[in-house]
């Protein structure tokens, strides 16, 4: 069974970094886009960055020059470097996944989620 498991969320001063990891267990078949999104408790959960197969991404405007988003394909693990942190950025991290598995079923899966905390 696919599962995606994140790490690297904590607290972190503003102007600092942090590096989110998120991998996929269970040898997905293939995986296609992969996306990091985020969410505030009473608001709607926000796209953050999405990386295609082909390596194509999109951010969105608040994080553009900030956030970047890679991935390892031969560890079927996606990544996001945030920099510059800001306290607006606090919000539970999700990553997210658009793959198919051994059995050739295509399916969106998400992780559990990882809590992001700017603050001095």
């Known amino acids: 069974q696919v599962q995606l498991v994140e790490s690297g969320g904590g607290l972190v001063q503003p102007g600092g970094s942090l590096r989110l990891s998120c991998a996929a267990s269970g040898r997905p078949f293939r995986i296609y886009a992969l996306g990091w999104y985020r969410q505030i408790p009473g608001k709607e959960r926000e796209t953050v960055a999405t990386?295609?197969?082909?390596?194509?991404?999109n951010y969105a405007d608040s994080v553009k020059g900030r956030f970047i988003i890679s991935r390892d394909n031969a560890k079927n693990t996606v990544y996001l470097q945030m920099n510059s942190l800001d306290p607006e950025d606090t919000a539970v991290y999700y990553c997210n996944a658009d793959l198919t598995t051994q059995r050739g079923v295509r399916g969106i899966y998400w992780g559990q989620g990882t809590q992001v905390t700017v603050s001095s």
């Open positions: 990386i295609r197969s082909g390596g194509s991404t």
